[in-house]
């Protein structure tokens, strides 16, 4: 059990809370550098997969773009993105994003799952649903924002945290390539073989990782209307099953 | 054959070109080890999860109330990054295979788990009936009607689970098993030399793209029935 006195000694030991590689200073670099990231592919993504799916369009593109997502390496998109910044500059107005080539990494892995998630949501809403409310006399956008946006928010939600947590997890690999986020710790740990530091560095990581989870979790249960958690239950169950099998809710773990 | 492209650098300087053609026939022997060694591990990550899986799979289908506790620490071990996952067992397994194995099994556990248990309640009521009329025990309708209709299920999520875990072998490099991370990182980016990058990101993308039309394979030999019928949804 001394090991793990070590790893509760070094936390305990005030140096290293303070300066560059003190653990607030580590956090606050990998959640900017992570919340930039997915500010940006939200941005990018969501539309996307809103329109296509509203337009019943692009289907096999929306559904398989998370399949070649997946099957491109997390830390391998990484380490391309670190040569290639590493030879150019960080173009200027990007200050915000935290370290560039780590941002852009974790921006093209964020979106795929998110923009079929998003397309799946909206492709599946049954069709009496939609005729129901343009014979209601909506128009396209107002069915787009008023009917099958929430009731797709559910599956989108869950792309959005998918997405979140290979973000968090990817942003950690940006220690192997040097660059900053909690990854230091574990990184810097290991190779010193200060093991109490590298467990105190993975377990401040998957401690981050899962309020990740849990905040958007949160978020969803605030944003999704009652309706479609209780009554409606139906309705996300058959997009859940659908879901299920063609899985776009597992993203590119890393 | 010359290099593709000169991405930057001292005037094509050869650890600056994207793809330096000598250097990868010189290497054949390294490529095909890091090679070899991604597979094997990747293999042995999706077998051993599917052992896992298959059980746990059926005892959540059957008793559904252990469904929901199995799901949940299943995506809990998802939830954690691979490099902490890695880190928590060096201190007891060291830098051996085994670290890198029990995260790589750990991941595939909740697609292969979701996927088993879609797949068999996607089972019709009308053909477990049928099955339980023609006198067979549960665990024959088990073994020859609900896990051989469910198999296109289950075959999804391995392919799932087996693309996953190629990438994430490229991780398991800090525990010195990284197949072709090897390569990436430790021949290439360490040293800024961008051939061994180049080639290590190609070939996992080449071998995703594989394993996956491989089990596609598999699973239209295993369920002759559905060739047409069955579109699988991947």
């Known amino acids: 059990m001394s090991f793990f006195a070590d790893v509760w000694d070094w936390f305990g030991d005030g140096a290293n809370w303070t300066g560059e590689e003190g653990i607030p200073n580590l956090t606050l670099e990998h959640v900017q550098v992570s919340a930039a990231a997915m500010f940006v592919a939200v941005l990018l993504a969501l539309p996307v997969g809103l329109v296509l799916g509203h337009l019943r369009r692009g289907g096999i593109v929306a559904i398989n773009v998370s399949n070649v997502g997946r099957a491109i390496p997390s830390l391998g998109l990484l380490i391309v ?46 069709a009496d649903v939609r005729e129901a409310a343009s014979g209601m006399g909506m128009n396209g956008r107002q069915v787009l924002s008023r009917v099958e946006l929430p009731i797709a928010l559910p599956l989108i939600m869950a792309g959005v945290r998918t997405a979140a947590v290979g973000v968090v997890a990817t942003a950690t690999l940006a220690a192997l390539v040097s660059f900053g986020g909690l990854g230091r710790l574990i990184w810097d740990g290991f190779r010193a073989q200060d093991y109490p530091k590298m467990f105190a560095g993975a377990l401040l990581v998957a401690v981050l990782a899962i309020l990740v989870e849990l905040a958007l979790a949160l978020l969803q249960r605030a944003i999704v209307s009652r309706g479609l958690r209780r009554g409606g239950d139906r309705i996300v169950r058959e997009i859940e099953a659908v879901d299920t099998v063609l899985d776009p809710a597992t993203a590119p773990q890393s | 054959m010359g290099p593709l492209l000169v991405l930057a650098g001292s005037g094509g300087e050869i650890r600056h070109k994207l793809l330096d053609w000598p250097w990868v026939s010189d290497h054949y022997d390294l490529i095909w080890t890091d090679l070899r060694e991604h597979v094997e591990l990747t293999v042995l ?68 788990i979701r996927n088993i248990v879609t797949g068999l309640d996607g089972v019709s009521p009308d053909v477990r009936d049928a099955a339980e009329g023609m006198g067979m025990s549960r665990r024959g309708q088990l073994m020859r009607v609900e896990l051989p209709l469910a198999i296109p299920a289950i075959v999804a999520g391995v392919r799932i689970a087996t693309v996953t875990t190629i990438g994430l072998v490229t991780i398991t490099v800090v525990v010195g098993y990284g197949g072709l991370g090897e390569l990436m990182l430790n021949r290439g980016f360490q040293l800024s030399f961008y051939t061994p990058v180049t080639v290590g990101f190609a070939l996992v993308i080449v071998m995703a793209i594989a394993a996956d039309l491989i089990l596609l394979g598999v699973q239209r030999l295993l369920t002759p029935w559905s060739a047409k019928r069955f579109r699988t949804a991947t």
């Open chain 2, 45 to 112: 990550a999706v077998l051993i999860g599917l052992l896992i899986s298959l059980p746990l799979g059926v005892l959540a289908f059957r008793v559904r109330s252990l469904y929901g506790p199995i799901l949940a620490a299943t995506a809990v071990m998802f939830t954690i990054p691979s490099l902490a996952l890695f880190m928590f067992l060096i201190p007891w397994t060291g830098l051996s295979r085994t670290t890198a194995l029990i995260p790589l099994v750990m991941y595939t556990l909740l697609i292969l």
């Open chain 1, 81 to 126: 993105a670190a040569l290639i910044w590493g030879v150019f500059d960080t173009p200027t107005g990007f200050g915000w994003v935290g370290s560039f080539p780590v941002f852009i990494a974790l921006t093209a892995l964020a979106i795929p799952p998110m923009i079929t998630n998003t397309y799946v949501g909206m492709a599946n809403i049954d």
